[in-house]
């Protein structure tokens, strides 16, 4: 079945970096796009971009552009998120989803779990 | 950036009744990139419906999709207990997705 699964839990302080992974199993990876999106505590959801496993060719929300970059791993199937520049707003729980379609960017039809990302001094 | 407008914000009703949600994208969406996800308190979004009328594997009928261009709406024929949570619509037609703000559906 199709899993992602993402890493624990982070505080950090404000201006620095953080690195979220998702890995993922039970489909052929290079052929769906994975999304990165966030949810601050009590609000909705935010897109944040999406990435392509096949070639790692990116997209980015234009208010994280700058700060944040997607990467993946093929030989672990592992997709990467990070986002730098800290500040107390981005404090929110990170998920990782894989697209619907083969090889397009389309609506999200698996989840990870979530990673809460806490910043504070 | 296309802005997506959910009404109503919260929507009271009880069990057994008929909910409609509305999503108005602030520019024409090709309804084709069109989706409505469902949220429980501390879970992970559910994918509900895409292309905007279709319904995600192991989506129950009582849900169901439609509209076109600047109009879209998620109907949920007869409410069950665990259809009360929250709903976003989401477009991506435009190279960068957007999401509304959402609309929580309580128990009345």
């Known amino acids: 079945q199709v899993q992602l699964v993402q890493s624990g839990a982070e505080v950090k302080k404000p201006g620095a970096s953080v690195k979220v992974s998702c890995k993922t199993s039970?489909?052929?990876?290079?052929?769906?796009?994975i999304h990165w999106v966030r949810q601050a505590p009590g609000q909705g959801l935010e897109w944040m971009g999406i990435?392509?496993?096949?070639?790692?060719?990116?997209t980015y929300a234009q208010r994280f552009q700058g700060r944040v970059t997607l990467t993946r791993d093929t030989s672990t199937d592992t997709v990467y998120m990070d986002l730098s520049s800290l500040r107390s707003e981005d404090t929110a729980v990170y998920y990782c989803?894989?697209?619907?379609?083969?090889?397009?960017?389309?609506?999200?039809?698996?989840w990870g779990q979530g990673t809460l990302v806490t910043v504070s001094s | 950036e296309i802005v997506l407008t959910q009404s109503p914000g919260t929507l009271s009703l009880s069990p057994g009744e008929r909910a409609t949600l509305s999503c108005r994208p602030s520019q024409s969406v090709s309804s084709s990139y069109l989706g409505w996800y469902q949220q429980k308190l501390g879970q992970a979004p559910r994918l509900l419906i895409y292309?905007?009328?279709s319904r995600a594997t192991g989506i129950p009928d009582r849900f169901s999709g439609s509209g076109s261009g600047t109009d879209f709406t998620l109907t949920i024929s007869r409410l069950e207990p665990e259809d009360f949570a929250v709903y976003y619509c989401h477009q991506y037609s435009s190279s960068s997705h957007t999401f509304g703000q959402g609309t929580k559906l309580e128990i009345k």
């Open positions: 990435i392509n496993p096949s070639g790692g060719s990116t």
């Open positions: 989803a894989r697209d619907h379609y083969t090889y397009s960017s389309s609506s999200c039809t698996y």
């Open positions: 039970g489909y052929t990876f290079s052929k769906y796009f």
């Open positions: 292309g905007a009328s």
